[in-house]
């Protein structure tokens, strides 16, 4: 057994090779995270929620079973988003109306996760329902960024982005609607990828057909983000969009070695603004591919209806979901998720007709632009993060925003063209902040965004940089 400081730095692939060895037990992993988290969990409030005496006993089950039988992760610690069910275990969703909601049974998509070997260990903060890119709430307070403890680790997968980057997880559950698993990844320098529709199974809730938000992987770096969207992809009878598990693995795809030979590369998509610094970063990071002999041409699919689109389906999206929520407990509601329900209840069929016939019509434009480009380049966010006194970012270069979820349109726009993407880090800004880049590939082309993404973290040479202690 290493030390905690060792196995705390280590890679979540090698952990679990060591793990398949029996060179050390999940206990040895929870001993390390449990002291790590009294350490620096305080100043980040990344894991409100600990579950240490479950996480104990499923490593005591899992350890009677043969090492074969022990699924993909063998006993590998993860904390469970705060959105999504564990068994007995506080689940809030980040509001007042669920502060003492403890489920009797666990989301399809942690028994999948428990049944490959994962032993959750803790619930990862978020904003209240996952609503507003910048993770706090009423229930657990806010998650500030390891790199700066003034600033946001974004959301709504903030509490598992700054886990990672604060060495209290190796790898993390996190889902992501409007880029709620790449803004945080981008915000705190670590890894996430929003997977196609139906990789990931989960229960569905409110609608059986729900495609704006999915479930997905969190990591420090592109090979465990592979190793864990391996552990979580595959059909489940109770999730009908969901899709059969591939017969090569991610990981398998991260280790390839295979380059893209076309890349395109967009600072703003064509519909937003983005902060000069951050441009320039991304712009760099892309250029080490064409230093590496990859065409990389300046273009993006034509996603002009981005912001009308998105905003009509996730207000629908909200009134169908929440609706009975503002009618029970509108007082405890915070203003945005009021908005976002009324914006919905409003809505006409008309609108609705509207929004989804601009939301084919971007997804066909982005399949036909990647018969020409195996991957698209673009920044994650368009800043890096902001003060986490901020409920959101209000404004980005003279551009004023109407309200708190248009600044998302970068990674918005592409969960409406139905394409995979990750956030990975590409560089930092002049204050020593993390940017993040983000990779985008064509619809369930999961393997071929992998495996690019893995080209140019090498290339870029900032693999390791996290985990960090928390800074001031």
Not at 184 to 195: D, E, K, M, N, Q
Not at 240 to 250: D, G, K, V
Not at 441 to 457: F, H, M, S, T, W
């Amino acid at each position: 057994m290493g030390s905690h400081q060792e196995l705390l730095q280590a890679t979540a692939c090698d952990i679990v090779d060591r793990l398949h060895r029996n060179d050390i037990t999940s206990h040895d992993l929870l001993d390390a995270l449990e002291a790590r988290i009294a350490e620096v969990d305080g100043k980040v409030n990344a894991l409100p929620t600990l579950c240490f005496d479950r996480a104990r006993a499923h490593a005591d089950a899992l350890a009677k079973k043969p090492g074969d039988q022990r699924g993909l992760l063998a006993g590998l610690p993860i904390p469970i988003k705060d959105l999504t069910e564990v068994e007995g275990v506080l689940t809030t969703q980040g509001s007042p109306i669920f502060r003492d909601n403890i489920p009797a049974q666990s989301d399809v998509l942690v028994k999948h996760l428990e049944t490959n070997g994962a032993v959750v260990y803790a619930k990862s903060n978020t904003p209240e329902f996952g609503a507003g890119a910048n993770t706090f709430n009423e229930v657990f307070g806010a998650t500030r960024n390891p790199w700066n403890l003034s600033r946001s680790a974004a959301g709504s997968s903030g509490g598992a982005a700054a886990a990672l980057a604060s060495g209290t997880a190796w790898v993390a559950h996190g889902s992501d609607m409007g880029g709620s698993l790449r803004n945080p990844a981008s915000f705190c320098g670590i890894v996430g990828l929003r997977p196609s529709v139906g990789r990931v199974a989960h229960t569905p809730k409110a609608k059986v057909d729900r495609t704006l938000g999915v479930q997905g992987p969190m990591a420090r770096n592109v090979e465990d983000v592979a190793l864990l969207l391996d552990a979580m992809s595959g059909e489940h009878a109770a999730d009908p969009l969901s899709l059969p598990q591939l017969s090569t693995s991610f990981l398998a795809a991260a280790r390839s070695g295979n380059r893209p030979r076309k890349v395109a590369y967009s600072p703003d998509l064509g519909i937003t603004p983005v902060d000069p610094e951050v441009a320039a970063i991304t712009r760099q990071a892309a250029q080490k591919f064409a230093d590496a002999g990859v065409i990389v041409e300046e273009a993006h699919p034509d996603l002009r209806e981005a912001h009308e689109c998105f905003q009509t389906l996730r207000a629908f999206d909200f009134a169908v979901s929440k609706a009975k929520l503002l009618r029970d407990h509108r007082d405890l509601l915070k203003p945005e998720v009021i908005w976002n329900i009324e914006k919905g209840l409003q809505l006409s069929v008309e609108q609705i007709e509207k929004a989804e016939a601009q939301r084919i019509a971007m997804a066909a434009r982005a399949l036909a632009f990647f018969e020409s480009y195996d991957l698209l380049l673009a920044p994650a966010t368009i800043v890096a993060a902001f003060p986490v006194e901020q409920r959101y970012l209000a404004e980005c270069a003279g551009k004023k925003f109407e309200n708190y979820v248009e600044w998302l349109a970068i990674v918005y726009a592409i969960t409406l063209a139905c394409c995979p993407a990750l956030s990975m880090p590409c560089g930092f800004t002049k204050e020593g902040l993390p940017v993040g880049l983000q990779v985008i590939a064509a619809p369930r082309a999961e393997a071929q965004l992998l495996a690019g993404a893995k080209v140019l973290e090498d290339l870029l040479d900032l693999r390791g940089m996290t985990p960090i202690d928390p800074r001031g």
